[in-house]
């Protein structure tokens, strides 16, 4: 007579659901010393069947059902699961750590480009790689909230209401000028290119007046400020896709074309970083600008990926 063995559901979900319930289960049918096993095998397969027909709510399992191996392969599978969820946590918390301030502003530049924007009072703005900011206004004030990176305003005329630029650490209020401020460790947190701007630090009441060809500069601690002569046309040189460089440290060369390319450039040489550069170097093409850099350097380019340079 030939016998139908039925399977409310497959037999490897159970195992799914809570692996560790039945390993706990399985151990539970014998619980014998090791030199004991062995004896009496057709009372312990007898209890093992019974054990497992009432995991299984009744049903048996077919000839040669390994239920243990099922229940390891399964927690080693929620392991890479568990395992291959935190890597993508920590990939997402990566990306939110290089995108957010593009992702919560108002206008942002990419990475290699420059954006020029219109703000809705008819103020304009032009944004450097990499930088981002946010709008506000109201019937009293105009609010500009720079994030990241360097953005150069040229402000409309409208007395009744202040024009305020903010970074993380300084207020800049012009009066009909064109001027930038940086949120980066750009050596000055604002400058001015013609008229005026009062700087002020956010925290603490630190303040200055600057005008046409001046900057405002931060103390070591970030509590004062002070005033200091700049070559504007060099410093926003990045307005016409160039960056000029007058006896400038090698490092600071690296870092300010790192910020135009995708990835990191990394400068493999710490004697190098020393020297001292002169040039002009344009914006469109940064791998070649990197090859220039090097062989006026005497530096090797090691490495050019798109996502990594490196210089030796």
């Not at 703000?119 to 909230?145: H, N």
């Not at 009909?176 to 013609?194: C, E, K, P, R, Y």
């Amino acid at each position: 007579m030939s016998r139908t063995v039925r399977f409310a559901r497959a037999p490897t979900s159970l195992y799914f659901d809570n692996p560790e319930k039945l390993d706990q289960r399985l151990n539970m049918v014998d619980q014998r010393p090791s030199t004991e096993r062995g004896q009496g095998a057709g009372r312990s397969s007898d209890r093992l069947d019974d054990a497992l027909g009432q995991i299984r709510g009744g049903e048996a399992f077919p000839p040669g059902f390994d239920a243990r191996a099922i229940a390891r392969r399964a927690r080693r599978r929620r392991r890479v699961r568990l395992g291959g969820g935190a890597l993508a946590v920590v990939g997402l918390v990566a990306l939110w750590g290089l995108y957010a301030p593009g992702l919560t502003a108002d206008y942002a530049a990419g990475v290699g480009h420059v954006e020029s924007v219109t703000l809705p009072d008819g103020s304009r703005a032009q944004l450097d790689s990499g930088a981002s900011m946010s709008w506000s206004e109201t019937a009293s004030e105009r609010r500009v909230r720079v994030h990241a990176g360097v953005v150069v305003f040229e402000t409309a005329a409208d007395p009744a209401r202040d024009f305020i630029v903010e970074s993380a650490t300084v207020q800049a209020r012009p009066v009909g000028t064109v001027f930038a401020v940086s949120a980066d460790d750009a050596g000055w947190s604002a400058l001015v290119q013609s008229g005026q701007v009062r700087v002020t630090l956010n925290e603490g009441d630190a303040s200055v007046l600057i005008g046409a060809g001046e900057a405002a500069v931060r103390g070591a601690e970030g509590r004062a400020l002070s005033t200091a002569s700049i070559d504007t046309g060099r410093a926003l040189a990045w307005r016409a896709g160039i960056l000029d460089f007058k006896d400038e440290p090698l490092s600071d060369v690296i870092a300010a074309l790192d910020r135009y390319r995708p990835g990191r450039i990394l400068l493999l040489n710490d004697q190098a970083a020393a020297q001292r550069f002169d040039g002009v170097l344009s914006l469109d093409n940064i791998d070649q600008a990197l090859e220039v850099v090097a062989a006026s350097s005497g530096l090797e380019l090691v490495a050019n990926w798109p996502l990594i340079a490196i210089l030796r």
